[in-house]
């Protein structure tokens, strides 16, 4: 935290620390053989509040390498372009892609860990480039989704791939919500967060199969519970890899 945030809200500051003193704690004292971060690969006896105490990633980030593996997207060198990755999920793919893979980072505003920025609405980037785009708890962001979802097909190479995951809100609801009469004041009391311009429902693949994409899904709560726990995963976390065909 900088200095000025420190004077204009010691509180907030004082708190920070505690909170980093207590999952350093936690990363010694509760190591054991019971969970497993798959992003820092910590293994402890527990998750806490669904964080893991080292790199405190959260249910839905773990889901993501997990993804990976499990549509069998990471074996092989690839070129990959992540839209808008967290700090956890790019340390993730830096470290694991294999030797060989171009690994590009998008995002519509400068950040550290970003090389391209630009808006996925509308890029210059080459077509038929990548082997595997991935958007992580984004399209609910960006107004234009299915803009996003066009851009991602021609960006792809044909067979390529395309991983998402959204939140499904409310829980295991059926159906996607939005409304563009809806101020984006009102998005918190509607959508369930400040910055999410629709309500995704489980139906939410539809809109990349009449792009083209073919679809596979992973929902979470068909795992083996073994998986569900030693990950600390969320029982209602979806995720589909689409297929450029
Ligand atoms: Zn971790």
Request: with cysteine; proline share 5%; glycine share 4%.
């Amino acid at each position: 935290m900088k200095l000025a945030n420190f004077v204009n809200n010691p509180r907030a500051y004082v708190n920070k620390a505690k909170d980093f003193l207590l999952n350093k704690r936690r990363v010694v004292l509760h190591a054991g053989d019971n969970v497993q971060c798959d992003i820092c690969n910590w293994k402890g006896t527990q998750f806490f509040e669904g964080k893991c105490p080292k790199c405190r990633s959260l249910q839905r980030t773990r889901l993501m390498p997990f993804a990976l593996e499990y549509f069998n997207l990471i074996q092989n060198p690839k070129r990959v372009l992540h839209i808008a990755p967290n700090l956890n999920e790019n340390t993730y793919m830096a470290k694991n892609l294999q030797k060989g893979s171009t690994y590009d980072r998008l995002n519509i505003r400068p950040v550290k860990h970003i090389n391209i920025v630009q808006d996925i609405t509308h890029t210059n980037l080459l077509s038929e480039n990548y082997d595997l785009v991935v958007a992580w708890h984004v399209l609910e962001h960006i107004v234009q989704d299915v803009r996003a979802i066009e851009e991602v097909y021609r960006l792809l190479k044909t067979g390529g791939h395309f991983l998402v995951s959204v939140p499904i809100y409310p829980l295991k609801s059926p159906h996607t919500f939005e409304d563009s009469e809806i101020p984006s004041k009102d998005f918190e009391k509607v959508h369930g967060h400040h910055d999410h311009c629709r309500s995704c429902g489980l139906d939410y693949y539809l809109r990349f199969e009449k792009v083209g994409f073919k679809t596979q899904e992973l929902k979470v709560q068909n795992l083996p519970p073994s998986d569900i726990e030693k990950f600390g995963l969320f029982e209602d976390h979806v995720v589909w890899c689409f297929q450029k065909s």
